[in-house]
């Protein structure tokens, strides 16, 4: 059976989800080769099956944003990065299969305030020179408690900045278009949310005016294709 998806009306607050499906020993050297032979034979359909069943998927750059948030001196500031490039394949039938790979500008990474804009992109804090990118790679995807990527779920990844690479886990919601068809799924709407210790990346410039936490809040919008 497939799994459910939730409905959203995109960008505003999750609407109340409907259900739908979605769609989920002597001449041993010579034994052991062909048993590997027949064996690898046997898991290659396995093996496209399993590629079949991911769907790429395509960002919409207009209703996609990537915002962080950062407190200087005591006062809350928000910024954005865009997306450089993202490789999105989705398992509709059992989304804890589906990948992601995201890279992001820091170069072209802005915040609302001009003064700021020079230091966050300076050596001692995204060094935007030497590490022009920002990746994150899926590892693990685990599902709410209603078998969706919504409400309680979670994905889990390495996010490598300034050359670092570590683990992050953020908040995850998957959501099909308010009013669109159970089984219509070609287009469809993520939320992440989560936050980083910009200290564990090397970012550690400006002690004194930046804490240490870095907010992340991601909405994109995706098409299937084809």
Do not use: C, W
């Amino acid at each position: 059976m497939g799994q459910t998806i939730s409905t959203h009306r995109y960008p505003k607050s999750r609407s109340t989800a409907q259900r739908g499906h979605v769609p989920e020993k002597e001449g041993s050297t010579i034994a052991l080769s062909r048993r590997s032979v027949i064996a690898g034979i046997a898991l290659l359909p396995v093996a496209q099956i399993a590629q079949a069943a991911l769907s790429p998927y395509a960002l919409v750059p207009s209703g996609t944003t990537v915002s962080f948030s950062f407190n200087l001196s005591g006062v809350a500031q928000t910024g954005t990065m865009p997306i450089q490039s993202a490789n999105i394949r989705i398992d509709t039938n059992r989304l804890q299969n589906s990948r992601v790979d995201v890279v992001m500008n820091v170069a072209k990474a802005r915040t609302k305030l001009p003064f700021a804009q020079m230091p966050m992109l300076s050596p001692s804090v995204l060094d935007a020179a030497r590490f022009p990118t920002i990746r994150f790679v899926s590892t693990k995807i685990q599902l709410g408690p209603g078998g969706r990527i919504s409400n309680g779920a979670s994905i889990t990844g390495n996010v490598t900045v300034r050359g670092v690479t570590r683990p992050i886990t953020l908040q995850a919601n998957l959501y099909r278009q308010s009013g669109s068809d159970v089984k219509d799924l070609d287009r469809l709407f993520i939320h992440l949310k989560g936050a980083l210790n910009r200290h564990d990346f090397g970012a550690s410039g400006y002690p004194d005016l930046v804490q240490d936490t870095v907010g992340l809040n991601i909405r994109a919008e995706i098409l299937r294709q084809t």
